[in-house]
């Protein structure tokens, strides 16, 4: 089956716009998936109630979704408002600066897409790729999706473009809050963990190598 684009967009950086297609990078693992059942088998359905009065169910066609700004005061959204929220996104990927491909630490890594030429997007495209490939660098650029706004790598890789999101820097926890201790090892010690490294040291990562045992089983 030949791949679904999710948008079409434009990446830009001062006066080149180049007209790409946004793509999935990955898809959820077909889980092992359990249906809730009564013990005499018949299936369950989930409800909602109201707080209030637990005896009251609220249909899904009654709900409104609330920003809670304050203890149990809310900003109450109606569906015409986000949808006008998301509509309002951007188009376009604006990149900000070239920096190394490997300055960013891979903890603020987010969701994956790829990138692939729109129409008349091949040459511009094409040689974008190429230039960061030869540079070493990647790009670092701002695009609003959905209502939210987010800060993305666009980096080449194989033949083509990957759009990395990126989380922002209250979204990823410090090591520093886990007040570990930090002790200088026997140097006895380190040369043989260092030799137990050596002896199962790979150098590259292969992903086929590896699956879901637990979900094969």
């Known amino acids: 089956m030949a791949a679904r684009s999710l948008a079409s967009l434009s990446l830009g950086f001062g006066l080149v716009s180049i007209p790409v297609r946004l793509f999935s990078a990955t898809e959820s693992s077909s889980a092992v998936r359990f249906n809730l059942l009564s013990k005499d088998g018949s299936r369950v359905k989930q409800q909602y109630v109201a707080e209030d009065d637990p005896s009251l169910v609220v249909p899904r066609a009654e709900m409104?979704?609330?920003?809670?700004?304050?203890?149990?005061?809310?900003?109450?959204?109606?569906?015409?408002?986000?949808?006008?929220?998301?509509?309002?996104?951007?188009?376009?990927?604006?990149?900000?600066?070239?920096?190394?491909?490997?300055?960013?630490?891979?903890?603020?890594?987010?969701?994956?897409?790829?990138?692939?030429?729109?129409?008349?997007?091949?040459?511009?495209?094409?040689?974008?790729?190429?230039?960061?490939?030869?540079?070493?660098?990647?790009?670092?650029?701002?695009w609003a999706w959905k209502s939210k706004q987010y800060v993305v790598q666009v980096r080449a890789h194989e033949d083509g473009l990957v759009l990395q999101q990126l989380l922002y820097a209250d979204e990823v926890r410090s090591l520093k809050d886990l007040d570990i201790e930090v002790l200088a090892p026997p140097a006895a010690e380190l040369k043989l963990a260092l030799q137990l490294i050596e002896q199962i040291s790979a150098e590259t990562y292969e992903p086929t190598m590896f699956e879901d045992e637990e979900k094969k089983r």
């Open 64 to 142: 409104v979704k609330g920003y809670e700004f304050e203890k149990d005061r809310y900003v109450i959204f109606m569906p015409d408002e986000l949808k006008a929220l998301e509509e309002g996104a951007s188009h376009s990927i604006d990149i900000v600066s070239f920096i190394p491909d490997e300055a960013i630490d891979p903890i603020y890594f987010d969701k994956a897409y790829f990138l692939a030429p729109d129409k008349r997007g091949g040459k511009p495209y094409n040689l974008l790729r190429a230039a960061m490939q030869q540079s070493g660098r990647c790009a670092l650029a701002k």
